[in-house]
T-cell receptor, first 114, second 115 residues
Framework: DSGVTQTPKHLITATGQRVTLRCSPR?????VYWYQQSLDQGLQFLIQ???????AKGNILERFSAQQFPDLHSELNLSSLELGDSALYFC?????????????FGEGSRLTVL | DQQVKQNSPSLSVQEGRISILNCDYT??????FLWYKKYPAEGPTFLIS?????DKNEDGRFTVFLNKSAKHLSLHIVPSQPGDSAVYFC??????????????FGKGTHLIIQP
């Protein structure tokens, strides 16, 4: 158990819809990262938040947005969903300020867009 | 353009032998490298890392080698055990002073340990 909690574990929705994925980081971790893993693809970095502020942005589509709340949990909002958005979405956390770069991952939220 | 490449999607090794997983990178700014292991239906878990100031780091059965001039790293598992069967992701980062930025991952190599 990494200590990172993601909900929901599975989500099935239709094209054009909007969903919200939620992540609670490990206790004490200030950074939250979102990654997308599509079929046969590696983990694609989407976005990072550190202590409530956006810290780094990767290949995140304009239809996607995220935020980190004062209690440090984070939400990833996916809108105008397309079939290609079907993927496993991972949240990870770290203390921040570490040289190691070690991230602790949740179990992922599997999104299926029909 | 993939900055971290794992060119072998899968690798089959006999139990007890050495498993060698390879990873190449193109971004010379990367200064920290990590390997993650992932079982089905679980998130990736950290395995071992190496800083660019070193060329080898060892942790039990796992050793990571870094060749900066070739922009290549490898993970050696000796001896390989059935529980090592998993997908292994190579990842790289640029340390930015204020905390770890998003890691750049390869596509992974599925290691299968044969009994």
């Amino acid at each position: 158990d990494s200590g990172v909690t993601q909900t929901p574990k599975h989500l099935i929705t239709a094209t054009g819809q909007r969903v919200t994925l939620r992540c609670s980081p490990r206790s004490g971790d200030l950074s939250v990262y979102w990654y997308q893993q599509s079929l046969d693809q590696g983990l694609q970095f989407l976005i990072q938040y550190y202590n409530g502020e956006e810290r780094a942005k990767g290949n995140i589509l304009e239809r996607f947005s995220a935020q980190q709340f004062p209690d440090l949990h984070s939400e990833l909002n996916l809108s105008s969903l397309e079939l290609g958005d079907s993927a496993l979405y991972f949240c990870a956390s770290s203390v921040g300020g570490q040289l190691s770069g070690e991230l602790f991952f949740g179990e992922g939220s599997r999104l299926t867009v029909l | 353009d993939q900055q971290v490449k794992q060119n072998s999607p899968s690798l089959s090794v006999q139990e007890g032998r050495i498993s060698i997983l390879n990873c190449d990178y193109t971004n010379s700014m990367f200064d920290y490298f990590l390997w993650y292991k992932k079982y089905p239906a679980e998130g990736p878990t950290f395995l071992i890392s190496i800083s660019s100031i070193k060329d080898k780091n060892e942790d039990g059965r796992f050793t990571v080698f870094l060749n900066k001039s070739a922009k290549h790293l490898s993970l050696h598992i000796v001896p390989s055990q059935p529980g090592d069967s998993a997908v292994y992701f190579c990842a790289a980062s640029v340390y930015s002073g204020g905390g770890a930025d998003g890691l750049t991952f390869g596509k992974g190599t599925h290691l299968i340990i044969q009994p």
